[in-house]
């Protein structure tokens, strides 16, 4: 296959391993915080918190379009600093999908942290370790292969975002053109040879990423 069939994959795959980043490291802290947290509104920010997940992805587009633009208030503030607005880049595409993403590694995280008996965090603290410690060589090693499923979720979801990404980051080829992407266009250009090699590279990576999260998941019951 030439570059440009290798170009789009790539790009994608660096995407999501991004974004995938970003919300392993966000995801897992917040899920943490919120799981052990009661407050007055809890349940409206965690539906904010999760409403991406259930949003047409070009609704997802249009209010990144409206908070990072030229005229709003972050992305004048992004020109400022960078001396260009991030619309149309590369990182506009990893924030797309990292948006879409984050539901799945939260809800993960959160789920995982509060199936961890208290008790043995508190006897851990009785002990004198500090919230950290239990934090990093309790609940994180106890929690271990929720954090991972939702890491894979979440990387399988970025790798096949579409809708937020075409409307944020556009569609630049080597820049912002993501397989899904490049298959929508290929489609629409009748170029069917490398529509389908894309469609079955991608099939056969998200098939792999949810096969691991089964196999996960299996050996945690």
């Known amino acids: 296959m030439s570059a440009d069939f290798w170009s789009p994959l790539k790009l994608s795959i660096e995407i999501a391993f991004v974004s995938t980043s970003i919300v392993l490291l966000v ?30 992805p070009t609704v997802v587009g249009f209010l990144l379009i409206i908070l990072f633009g030229k005229n709003s208030m972050l992305g004048s503030a992004i020109i400022w600093i960078f001396n260009q607005p991030i619309m149309f880049t590369w990182w506009a595409a ?68 579409f809708g937020a990404t075409l409307m ?25 040879s490398f529509a389908w090699a894309w469609v079955g590279s991608m099939v056969g990576i998200s098939f792999l990423m949810l096969l691991g999260v089964h196999l996960i998941r299996a050996n945690n019951s």
């Open 27 to 56: 995801g897992t802290l917040l899920g943490r915080w919120m799981a052990r947290r009661h407050f007055p509104g809890k349940l409206l920010v965690e539906t904010m918190l999760l409403l991406p997940l259930v949003l047409p």
């Open 94 to 161: 990893v924030l797309a999908a990292t948006v879409v993403a984050f539901p799945l590694m939260y809800q993960s995280a959160k789920l995982g942290f509060e199936s961890i008996d208290q008790n043995i965090e508190n006897a851990a603290r009785v002990d004198g370790a500090s919230e950290r410690q239990v934090f990093c060589y309790i609940a994180i090693p106890l929690a271990f292969k929720a954090l991972i499923a939702g890491g894979i979720l979440s990387f399988a979801r970025a790798l096949g975002e």
């Open 168 to 192: 944020f980051a556009g569609n630049l080829p080597g820049k912002t053109q993501t397989a899904p992407i490049a298959i929508y266009m290929a489609i629409g250009s009748n170029n069917m």
